[in-house]
């Protein structure tokens, strides 16, 4: 059973790791498209990103939801010391918003994105560092910025 829950926390932690690299890695691409084909939508796909986040950070200090490790005193799957705030999830908010960027550039890509954040809220849960409604109010938040750059 040890050796069993070992492999799958180990997928678990390497899925959400790799999920994570994806996006960061796929944002500074998009800008770099968008700056060689639609110089009209990179002031936005920068402002609407950056300010957005930043509110979201803010409002995260301000509810300042204990994570559920702090809650049930359990060790999270995915390593992680934070204390608090876990509300929204950050993680999957960028995840979403970075989706929705992509979106505006290739459909197919986007919405492959959009589940990929969707994986990336579930193996938050699983992971032990976010609360269900956690993730759904990050992916929901990055939803609509999402809709906001776009408007």
């Known amino acids: 059973m040890n050796q069993q829950f070992q492999k799958y926390k180990k997928l678990i932690v ?3 790791q790799w999920i994570t690299y994806v ?3 796929l944002y500074p691409l998009d800008l770099l498209y968008l700056f060689l084909n639609r110089k009209e939508l990179l002031v936005r796909s920068i402002l609407v990103p950056g300010c957005s986040f930043i509110l979201l950070s803010f409002i995260r200090k301000k509810i300042a939801r204990k994570r559920p490790y702090e809650v049930y005193a359990f060790k999270p799957v995915i390593e992680k010391e934070t ?3 876990s509300m929204p999830s950050r993680h999957v908010f960028s995840a979403c918003l ?5 979106l505006e550039i290739n459909t197919t890509f986007g919405c492959v994105l959009l589940f990929l954040a969707l994986i990336s809220a579930v193996l938050r849960v699983i992971g032990g560092v976010h609360f269900v409604s956690d993730v759904v109010a990050g992916y929901i938040t990055g939803i ?6 776009f408007l």
């Open 144 to 149: 609509v910025c999402g809709i906001l750059l």
């Open 83 to 85: 204390k608090a705030n």
């Open 98 to 102: 970075i989706a929705m960027v992509c």
């Open 14 to 16: 390497t899925l959400n």
């Open 23 to 25: 996006f960061y890695m």
